[in-house]
């Protein structure tokens, strides 16, 4: 990737290889070494005492400043209540306490971080480090932080994920910080490289020192986010395998003599939440299992994500070996507290077991918001304040994202519409991951719009045949963003077709059947146009016009409706049989 991109990833790269090459990061100095004894006495040397260290890992935080939504009816997260609990961890031990980031720390969030380009997200990360992490060297050994990046760093492109890192204004202009000074702690990424010179766009890896000892700490997100994020933000990015960029610097690190190795994963999986440390024997569903059954057997942990959900197991590496992984649900509402002993002989780790911790708010430390958190918060929603209190309208009951067992839901079916009417369509599709949060019955709030629809993509209106359209309903089995929310267009699918490519088995546009060789006008946002969600065929489709926000068209479309407004799952979406 060249242009500006290419200008800051030298910068970055050429940071990092200074960094990790100069002399605070030569490893001769972690070799273990034998102990001595005693010339006089044949004795036998008692083993020193392992040596505590706990990483506190958090994942798809989400730009999450206000409170996350209740865990269990109880008040729960929020950046200021967070911060109190990360705060009363490393007091216990802070020579021995890490902070990590298992990606999606920014991106999908809530307007006072998303409006302010996810700069006050960067901030509060940075608040938490102390006077070990600089903006000067952010691979600085003693610095306490680290984190990964996931698919949505990548939301807004590689660009501006550079720039949110290394610093400098917005193109919009300043946001919370004039001017913007960037990360204080490094972002590490093993598998994300550029593709015309196969360099990393993030040091793939960081060497932290606690109390004496090295600690490796690599990166890597799921390789599919090409599928996920918009394409022509990552153009000239290669997502490569996670494994096998894990594996290299995993023995990258060992030929240091970097021994205990914690891996930052954004993909993941779910289980049974408990509560408690590690319990054997426990069941993980999803992609984490297999990745970590590939890994080397020098990695001692992984930090995960992605999933929003809980994990905390033992699973096997490559050789059997026990790997200890954790995931600590979403949106600031819990943390993962990982803890390990290392060997001062070694300095490998001889254990490691975790707890999840839920943040409630309810309880200590978490009834005593952090001061410098919450003044961070107040700056930020002052800030966006006349943006977000703009009222749309009143909901006569709330507007959600539950799905009928068809696939249809009730706020989908309403954004559909409101995109159509911008663009006068025959036809509008939307897709249901880019819905992030159900809008409440009552006053309805330009702000909480923005946290349904957090992207702020442009509308386009393409040209497609009715044939086109149904190759793209049948193209939906083959997505990760199934189903497609429709306005003007209705349809009926067969769950027992034998091939996913004839699974529509009726469809009608504007009431009337679907003919195959008429062409008609489909409003979808940027994100689908681009061949987002793997709708490669939205890609090659003639484009009519524009319009500049989905968030905007949903603002002007209810506030054209009479009050109280309302939506419902009205059957667009039906399940049905094929004829046999």
């Known amino acids: ?53 706990t990483v506190l890992a958090i ?12 865990m269990d009816g109880r008040p729960v997260g929020g950046a200021a209540v967070l911060a109190a609990y990360l705060r009363a961890e490393v007091a216990r031990a802070p020579r021995s306490t890490l902070i990590a980031s298992a990606g999606d720390l920014v991106g999908a969030s809530p307007p006072s971080s998303g409006l302010l380009h996810d700069e006050p997200a960067i901030m509060l990360l940075n608040e938490l480090g102390g006077p070990g992490c600089t903006y000067a060297d952010r691979l600085d050994p003693g610095c306490p932080l680290v984190a990964t990046v996931g698919n949505h760093e990548f939301d807004d492109g590689a660009a501006e994920l550079l720039r949110l890192i ?3 204004d917005h193109r919009a202009g300043p946001g919370l910080e004039d001017p913007y000074r960037g990360a204080r702690f490094p972002v590490v990424c093993a598998n994300v490289l550029e593709r015309d010179t196969d360099r990393p766009l993030f040091p793939p890896y960081v060497i932290k020192r606690v109390r004496g000892m090295a600690m490796g700490f690599i990166g890597a997100v799921l390789h599919e986010t090409p599928r996920i994020v918009t394409p ?13 960029a894990i594996n290299r610097q995993a023995r990258q690190l060992s030929a240091q003599g970097v021994a205990a190795i914690g891996v930052l994963l954004h993909q993941g999986g779910s289980q049974e939440p408990y ?41 096997p590496s490559s050789q059997g070996r026990r790997v200890l992984v954790t995931q600590a649900y979403s949106a600031g509402r819990a943390f993962a507290r990982i803890s390990l002993a290392l060997d001062p002989r070694s300095q490998d780790v001889t254990e490691a077991s975790a707890e999840i911790i839920p943040t409630f708010a309810d309880v200590p430390p978490g009834d005593t918001p952090d001061r410098a958190a919450k003044l961070l918060v107040a700056r930020a929603e002052e800030q966006v304040e006349s943006l977000t209190e703009r009222v749309a309208g009143r909901a006569a009951r709330p507007l959600t994202r539950e799905a009928s067992a068809a696939g249809e839901s ?66 939906q089995w083959g997505s990760d963003e199934r189903f497609l929310q429709t306005s003007g267009l209705e349809y009926t699918w067969d769950p027992d077709a034998p091939t996913q490519q004839n699974r529509i088995v009726e469809a009608r546009v504007g009431g009337k059947p679907l003919n195959p060789k ?16 793997g709708y490669s065929l939205l890609a090659h489709a003639p484009r009519v016009a524009t319009a500049p926000s989905d968030l905007e068209a ?11 407004f309302e939506a419902t799952i009205q059957g667009r979406i039906r399940i049905g049989s094929s004829p046999r």
């Not at 994942?59 to 209740?70: M, R, T, V």
């Not at 022509?232 to 096998?244: A, P």
């Not at 911008?422 to 330009?446: C, Q, Y």
Request: net charge negative; hydrophobic share 40%; glycine share 10%.
């Open 59 to 70: 994942n798809d935080l989400h730009g999450q400043l206000p409170p996350a939504q209740p």
């Open 410 to 475: 009730a706020l989908g079916s309403l954004i559909a519409d409101a995109q159509r009417a911008a663009l006068h369509s025959d036809v509008a599709l939307t897709n249901p991951w880019g819905i992030r949060a159900d809008i409440d019955a009552g006053v309805v709030t330009w702000g909480e719009l923005f946290c349904a629809q957090p992207f702020g993509n442009d509308l386009v209106m393409l040209r497609l045949t009715g044939h086109e359209l149904i190759e793209l309903l049948n193209a």
């Open 518 to 533: 008429a062409i008609y006008t489909v409003t979808v946002n940027r994100y689908l146009a681009e061949g987002g969600g």
């Open 166 to 168: 290394d610093g400098g």
């Open 554 to 564: 949903l603002f002007v479309y209810l506030k054209s409706r009479p009050e109280p």
């Open 232 to 244: 022509s933000g990552i153009r000239g990015l290669e997502f490569s395998d996670e494994v096998e």
């Open 275 to 315: 509560a408690g440390r590690t319990r054997p024997d426990v069941t993980v569903q999803g992609p984490i299992a297999a990745l970590v059954r590939q890994l080397d057997d020098s990695v001692d942990f992984v930090a995960s994500g992605h999933y929003h959900g809980f994990t905390n197991a033992w699973l």
């Open 1 to 53: 990737m060249r242009s500006a991109v290419s200008a800051q990833l030298s910068a970055v790269f050429g940071l990092w290889l200074a960094c990790s090459c100069g002399p605070s990061q030569k490893l001769a100095r972690v070799r273990p070494t034998a102990p001595r004894t005693a010339a006089a006495e044949p004795a036998v040397s008692r083993p020193p005492e392992p040596v505590e260290v």
